[in-house]
Structures are given as structure tokens and as C-alpha cells.
């Protein structure tokens, strides 16, 4: 479950700086905490993942950082309503839905 974990932590981290460089960066105050929320926490899991499993605090920072960017990934999705019409929108929510979760459960079971 941890490579899991660290592969789709990796993979959202990539695809965030990619739309990031490639899309406009919003203006609004939240999602510029968001983004800078979304690199930190991506980093964050991988390192606690790999080096620090073992370290009940870091474990419970790691499942309150990712408590919160599920609730910074709800509020997007009910603020971004209507949906873009792109094909790769929704594989995308998906990956930022799915990371965390997997996230929590690698930090629950370490």
C-alpha cells in the first residue's frame, strides 16, 4: 500500500505542475493556498512515507494535512461546477480524490 501511496503521490504531483504551468493561475486567494497546498502535501507524504513511518507524529501531521486537502478537493469540485468539457478533467479529480485516501491508509497501516 505505501508504494501505492508514493507512486500516485508522485503522479498528482507531476500532473499538478503540469496543469499549473500550462493552465492560467487562478487569482483567487483560496486556490493559490490551494496549489501551494496540493506541492507541500505531495512532498510531505512521499518523504513520511519513505523515511518516517515509523514516527507517530509525523504520521498523525501527515493525517491531518491529508483530512484538510480532501476538504480543499470538495470545496474545489463543488466551486468549479459547471465542469470543463476536457476529457482528462475527471481522471485528474479522480487521482486528487484517490491520493489522500491512499495516503491515510498508508500512514494507518505503517
Known amino acids: 500500500m505505501k508504494i501505492v501511496a508514493v507512486i500516485c503521490n508522485i503522479v498528482l504531483f507531476g500532473l499538478s ?24 502535501n505531495m512532498v510531505f507524504n512521499v518523504v513520511v512515507i519513505s523515511f518516517f513511518s515509523e514516527n507517530a507524529v509525523m504520521k498523525v501531521i501527515g493525517i491531518v494535512c491529508n483530512i484538510v486537502f480532501l476538504g480543499f478537493v470538495c470545496y474545489a469540485i463543488v466551486d468549479q461546477h459547471p465542469f470543463p468539457a476536457k476529457a482528462s478533467f475527471y ?10 485516501f491512499l495516503s491515510l491508509v498508508a500512514f494507518l497501516r505503517a
Do not use: A, D, E, R
Open 17 to 40: 505542475w503540469v496543469v499549473f504551468v500550462t493552465g492560467l493561475p487562478s487569482t483567487k486567494p483560496i486556490y493559490v493556498v490551494f496549489t501551494l497546498w496540493i506541492m507541500l
Open 91 to 100: 481522471p485528474f479529480v479522480g487521482l486528487m480524490l484517490l491520493t489522500p
